[in-house]
Structure formats: structure tokens, C-alpha cells
């Protein structure tokens, strides 16, 4: 076990069943998370409240959750976030096909390609100011509809401000890659479903799909909020039956320059933010999960709206130079009132 010389915060290597994890601890505040090495999921942020721990983090329970892999519960989405339509692409004038030989309704590719994979342990550390973990792949390499190699490296910190998680991306190949970064978490608040929690999304525009949630073409993908009342949290609001599977963007940045998109128990002074700097925020109300429905609500935070390898608006904001690394920060912030 690492632990800072007042033991404030700990981090040390652990198992679950047959599967390797990491514990960062925070003694101070009694804050513990647990993040596993395969898809680098955590697996749970556990809190002191009303006298006992509460697990905000509706993640992976056991070792044969952790290898199944259902519901995408924490994953790490790399290089690219949410769907590409048919899985389907054209980067630099060249077509390409992620499933090549899939034909009919079985084709799809969502999430990227780092759900089945061990991550490696870079870098395992405690100081006075927080717990960290550093996890690291190589495994996204030339593959059929993707011939790039991006190196990825995943931090998790632990400190009094809750989590924060940073991704880089280094493109190690020889030529432009298309390539962003999300983050799947659900989140799990005290009380049983998610209709009674508030909701505040600091979005001005919603992204409008079709009945595969891929975006419409061009400017009929974005509606202002003013025009979608049944899905604008811009102000927070109790989510009732409103069933979410939506991303929202031109998101607002506060004073300290996050964006923090709010969930919240009115019935017990209890919530959190999810913060991050910039991109999009996707809400899912977990209507379609084989587990627990509408006992979470998944907040993800996305550098750019699903099908962006399709969308020539993302086609800048995607694209990653050979030799070059890009950076994406957000987080968790523990809110009691």
C-alpha cells in the first residue's frame, strides 16, 4: 500500500475475485473508490452519509460483471464516444468500414474499443493532497476500419474535491487520426428511482436523432432548448418519467471554468456534479439496462457528440496530428446542502 506520511490518503493494489482493481482512500473524509484494471471501469466512490457509506457509483458489482461488461457501466470510450452510424466512416477521403463482412441490423460499433481490455498500472501514488492512479494501453492499433495507433493513459485522483479523471491521447502513428475520448458513469443517489431526483443540464441546445440515436444530417441536429421544454433541465427539475438517451451541447462554463452538470435528492440535501471543461453531456436514464432500470441515471461526459467521425462540424475538434497528444479532464464533486 501507497499512503501519505499523515495517511490522509491511501492507494493500494487489490483483487476482486479473480480480478485486479486499485483502492484510493481518503481516511480524512472516509472516501473510498475502486476502479478495475479491465476497461479501466471504477467500480465504486463510496461516501459517509446519514451515519453510514453510501456508493455513489452504480458500477460493475463483482469480477463476472466487471468481464461481462453490460450497460458500458464507467467505460472508458476511446477513441471515440457513443455510435458511428453503420459503422461507417470517411477520414481524409478515405472510407472506412469497422465491421467489414457485417451485414443487416447486426451491424453497430459504439464506444470504442477499450471495454475488453487490462490496462496497465503506470502509476500507483499518495501524497498529503490526494490518491492517484495512473492506467495506460497501447491496445488501439491498426484494426480493420481504423488503421491508427493511438496511445491512451487514464488518470483517476482521489482528493477533498472529489474525482477527477484525465485522459490523454498520443497519436503514435504516421499519419492524422481521427480520435476523442468519453466517459460512461451512472450514478446512484439515496433514494430507490431516479424520478424523484432533480436534474440540471447547463445546456443551451439539445442534439436530435433518429431512432438509432444517431444525430440528424446538418443544422437539423440541434434544437434549441426553448423549442424542446419535455427535455430542457436547464433549470433543475425533477426527472419524473422523462426518459433520457440525449446528448446536449454549447454547454455553460461557470467562473472557475467547469461546466457541472447537477443531480441532486432534494428529499435529503444529497448530490453531485459532473463537471467537465468542455464537449458535450450525454444523459441516459438507464430505461434499457438489464440491471437495476431507472434505479441510476448515466451522465456522460463526451469531448464531442456521438457520430462525430461523420459530422464535418467535429471534423477539427477530432482530429489528432501524429506525434500529437490531446487532453480531457472531468470529474466528480460531492454537493450536500
Given at each position: 500500500m501507497?499512503?501519505?506520511?499523515?495517511?490522509?490518503?491511501?492507494?493500494?493494489?487489490?483483487?476482486?475475485?479473480?480480478?485486479?482493481?486499485?483502492?484510493?482512500?481518503?481516511?480524512?473524509?472516509?472516501?473510498?473508490?475502486?476502479?478495475?484494471?479491465?476497461?479501466?471501469?471504477?467500480?465504486?466512490?463510496?461516501?459517509?452519509?446519514?451515519?453510514?457509506?453510501?456508493?455513489?457509483?452504480?458500477?460493475?458489482?463483482?469480477?463476472?460483471?466487471?468481464?461481462?461488461?453490460q450497460g458500458s457501466r464507467y467505460a472508458i470510450m476511446a477513441p471515440f464516444a457513443g455510435r458511428i452510424a453503420d459503422a461507417r466512416y470517411t477520414f481524409d477521403g478515405r472510407p472506412e468500414d469497422l465491421q467489414p463482412g457485417v451485414v443487416g441490423a447486426t451491424r453497430g460499433c459504439r464506444h470504442g474499443f477499450l471495454r475488453n481490455v487490462d490496462f496497465d498500472i503506470d502509476t500507483l501514488a499518495a501524497d498529503d493532497h490526494g490518491a492517484k492512479v495512473t492506467l495506460s494501453t497501447a491496445a488501439i492499433r491498426p484494426q480493420p476500419g481504423y488503421p491508427h495507433a493511438i496511445d491512451l493513459s487514464v488518470t483517476f485522483m482521489l482528493d477533498a474535491g472529489g474525482i477527477t479523471l484525465e485522459a490523454r491521447m498520443r497519436n503514435v502513428g504516421a499519419s492524422a487520426a481521427p480520435c476523442f475520448f468519453g466517459w460512461h458513469p451512472y450514478f446512484r443517489l439515496a433514494g430507490d428511482l431516479v424520478d424523484g431526483w432533480q436534474l440540471q443540464i447547463p445546456a443551451q441546445t439539445l442534439i436530435r436523432t433518429d431512432a438509432n440515436l444517431i444525430a440528424l444530417p446538418g443544422a437539423a441536429a440541434y434544437v434549441a432548448l426553448d423549442d424542446a421544454p419535455a427535455l430542457d433541465f436547464r433549470e433543475p427539475r425533477r426527472l419524473g418519467d422523462s426518459i433520457l438517451d440525449q446528448g446536449y451541447t454549447d454547454l455553460d462554463v461557470e467562473a472557475d471554468g467547469r461546466i457541472r452538470t447537477r443531480l441532486r435528492d432534494p428529499s435529503r440535501g444529497f448530490g453531485i456534479a459532473v463537471w467537465q471543461e468542455h464537449g458535450v453531456m450525454h444523459a441516459f436514464t438507464a430505461d434499457t439496462v438489464s440491471r437495476d432500470v431507472r434505479k441510476a441515471i448515466a451522465l456522460e461526459p463526451m469531448e464531442c457528440m456521438a457520430d462525430a467521425y461523420n459530422r464535418p462540424e467535429c471534423a477539427e475538434a477530432i482530429r489528432l496530428e501524429p506525434g500529437a497528444e490531446r487532453r480531457f479532464r472531468c470529474g466528480v464533486e460531492v454537493e450536500l446542502s
Open positions: 501507497v499512503a501519505s506520511s499523515a495517511a490522509r490518503y491511501g492507494a493500494e493494489r487489490a483483487q476482486l475475485g479473480d480480478q485486479a482493481i486499485v483502492v484510493l482512500t481518503n481516511s480524512t473524509d472516509h472516501r473510498r473508490v475502486r476502479i478495475a484494471l479491465h476497461g479501466a471501469a471504477l467500480l465504486s466512490f463510496e461516501v459517509p452519509f446519514e451515519g453510514g457509506m453510501h456508493d455513489l457509483a452504480d458500477g460493475y458489482r463483482d469480477a463476472a460483471e466487471i468481464v461481462a461488461g
